[in-house]
């Protein structure tokens, strides 16, 4: 079964230092998501694109977060300073571009940030 | 901007108890209603959806979950709980359209007990 891969599962880093996060999409899916997940909360949206497109990032704190799908397939997510309200699982999920809208997950990033 | 409430955040339930998670969204428009899963150190996944049709819903294992517009709600129940079901469970959804990202609710962490 194709899955989401993302890279690394965990990661710890001292505030103010940079951190990027890697997702590989299953193949075809037009659709990519960044998620962050606080512990004992729900997923939140950062970022949503369409092939190489950004389609929602209203979420995203621009001042230190940044997106990226140079090619349209994978994603990279960085943080830079990091802080430490930023420790949280970092998911990625993709989908087909449909109406169906239903999304794939990888395993999660997790960052701990002290 | 839609939202999702889940009232429930934790519930403990014996071994072939009956489960109700309940679930609310606001949103004035068509919606898309999903149920996620995540078993301890696993990533989300798709429990069942409700995209139009029958209000009454089947998922995987054994779920099923009813959409009732008029109060808003996608209750998850399940007749004859299992310990294999611990898990945390969460409420999403999206406009009608598909293309807007989930929304995802605080999740409802359920333990059963053998």
């Known amino acids: 079964e194709a899955e989401v891969a993302q890279s690394p599962r965990y990661k710890i880093t001292e505030k103010s230092q940079a951190v990027a996060f890697w997702c590989d999409p299953i193949s075809g899916h037009a659709t990519l998501y960044w998620y962050r997940q606080i512990l004992g909360q729900g997923p939140e949206l950062l970022v949503q694109f369409q092939d190489e497109s950004v389609v929602d990032d209203s979420q995203l704190p621009k001042d230190r977060f940044s997106a990226e799908r140079l090619k349209g397939v994978d994603s990279t997510l960085k943080i830079q300073p990091a802080e430490l309200g930023d420790s949280a699982m970092y998911l990625c999920?993709?989908?087909?571009?449909?109406?169906?809208?239903?999304?794939?997950f990888g395993e999660g990033s997790r960052l701990t940030v002290l | 901007a839609q939202s999702v409430s889940q009232h429930n955040h934790h519930v403990i339930l014996s071994e072939a108890a009956s489960l109700e998670l309940g679930c609310n969204y606001s949103?004035?428009?068509?919606?898309?209603l999903f149920w996620y899963v995540q078993y301890p150190g696993q990533h989300l996944q798709l429990l069942l959806k409700?995209?139009?049709?029958?209000?009454l819903v089947k998922g995987i294992k054994g779920f099923e979950a009813e959409f009732i517009k008029s109060k808003f709600s996608f209750n998850l129940r399940k007749p004859s709980v299992q310990w294999s079901d611990t898990a945390e469970y969460f409420c999403a959804v999206n406009a009608g359209t598909g293309r807007r990202a989930l929304t995802f609710g605080s999740g409802t962490r359920l333990q059963v007990q053998p």
């Open positions: 409700y995209f139009s049709g029958d209000p």
């Open positions: 999920a993709s989908s087909l571009a449909t109406p169906t809208g239903e999304l794939f």
């Open positions: 949103y004035g428009g068509t919606v898309n």
